[in-house]
T-cell receptor, first 110, second 115 residues
Framework: SQQGEEDPQALSIQEGENATMNCSYK?????LQWYRQNSGRGLVHLIL?????REKHSGRLRVTLDTSKKSSSLLITASRAADTASYFC??????????FGTGTRLQVFP | DAGVIQSPRHEVTEMGQEVTLRCKPI?????LFWYRQTMMRGLELLIY????????DSGMPEDRFSAKMPNASFSTLKIQPSEPRDSAVYFC?????????????FGPGTRLTVL
């Protein structure tokens, strides 16, 4: 079964607003990664956060990790129409396999 | 670097036919992964290679699926015979080291339709 479950499944916002997506997982992890997938394209890596980190930033992206709650969130600030995509979390633990979640579909209206 | 290259981008075939998907990973990457993405099941790892050697094929759905990596710059995923339920987008990805510590780079995918 999939490790990560994203919430919400779909999110619609206006340009300029912030978008927050959550990921919950079931077992221990070494790290958690977030990927973006534009329609009809492959996945693109956004950010990796290790289990001993609590927060990480990359441009307009902010990722938090709470290992006690087994959850992570991805915040996109000042969203743009170009941010419209599906966003996936992926977890890694003691194997060479990344396990991907179910994804959040984000729609940003201009 | 051109990134991960997959061919063909689209494949339409009839049930029972053999299908071969191809992938060229990023040069220097030691790990190669094959994924399948469907609306119902999401993104599933089928098999991955380390230094051209298959490490875990537990995700391969049936014996109809096979994958090879004859050298560091080429891999194939073959379905024989194909069935309508194999219709999906198949992605190839590569990474430099053990995937837990590195990002994976995905190809554009092959959209397979089996009629």
């Amino acid at each position: 079964s999939q490790q990560g479950e994203e919430d919400p499944q779909a999110l619609s916002i206006q340009e300029g607003e912030n978008a927050t997506m959550n990921c919950s997982y079931k077992t221990s992890i070494n790290n958690l990664q977030w990927y973006r997938q534009n329609s009809g394209r492959g996945l693109v890596h956004l950010i990796l956060i290790r289990s001993n980190e609590r927060e990480k930033h990359s441009g307009r992206l902010r990722v938090t990790l709470d290992t006690s709650k087994k959850s992570s969130s991805l915040l996109i600030t000042a969203s743009r129409a170009a941010d419209t995509a599906s966003y996936f979390c992926a977890t890694f633990y003691n194997t060479d396999k990344l396990i991907f979640g179910t994804g959040t579909r984000l729609q940003v209206f201009p | 670097d051109a990134g991960v290259i997959q061919s063909p981008r689209h494949e339409v075939t009839e049930m029972g036919q053999e299908v071969t998907l191809r992938c060229k990973p990023i040069s220097g990457h030691d790990y190669l992964f094959w994924y399948r993405q469907t609306m119902m099941r999401g993104l599933e790892l089928l098999i991955y290679f380390n230094n051209n050697v298959p490490i875990d094929d537990s995700g391969m759905p049936e014996d109809r699926f096979s994958a090879k990596m004859p050298n560091a710059s080429f891999s194939t995923l073959k379905i024989q015979p194909s069935e309508p339920r194999d219709s999906a987008v198949y992605f190839c990805a590569s990474s430099l080291l053990g995937q837990g510590y590195n990002e994976q780079f995905f190809g554009p995918g092959t959209r397979l339709t089996v009629l």
